[in-house]
């Protein structure tokens, strides 16, 4: 499972969930600090002037980014959550950003294995 982080300029980090691993809070958790630090490095004094967030919720129950702990991370780091509905057929505003550029890179590729 491929996890994309972005803003309106270019993708912030691509977060790759090893085979066998589980999708769970701690994962999460882990991944948001790896997204702080590249937030840190490639938009110096964000972190300071606030950070707008979305999901979107399409992660499989038990959901990471709904867990007790994520949202005590959120909370001590004050990043402002944007809603999206769970399980939403419409995609998030900032997803037309992402798959048409995704979809031109990836366009008549062929791959071996998930490798």
């Not at 085979?19 to 004094?45: M, W």
């Not at 769970?86 to 048409?100: E, K, M, R, V």
Request: net charge neutral; aromatic share 8%.
């Amino acid at each position: 499972m491929a996890t994309v982080f972005w803003d309106s300029r270019e993708m912030i980090l691509l977060d790759i969930l090893p085979k066998g691993e589980s999708a769970n809070a701690d994962r999460y958790c882990e991944t948001l600090d790896r997204l702080r630090h590249a937030v840190r490095r490639k938009r110096p004094g964000l972190l300071r002037s606030g950070v707008v967030f979305q999901h979107d919720n399409a992660t499989p129950p038990p959901h990471p980014h709904m867990a007790k702990r994520t949202k005590e991370w959120l909370d001590r780091y004050r990043w402002d959550i944007i809603p999206h509905p769970a399980h939403s057929q419409d995609l998030a505003p900032s997803d037309f950003h992402l798959f048409g550029p995704l979809k031109h890179h990836l366009g008549g590729k062929k791959f071996e294995d998930e490798d």
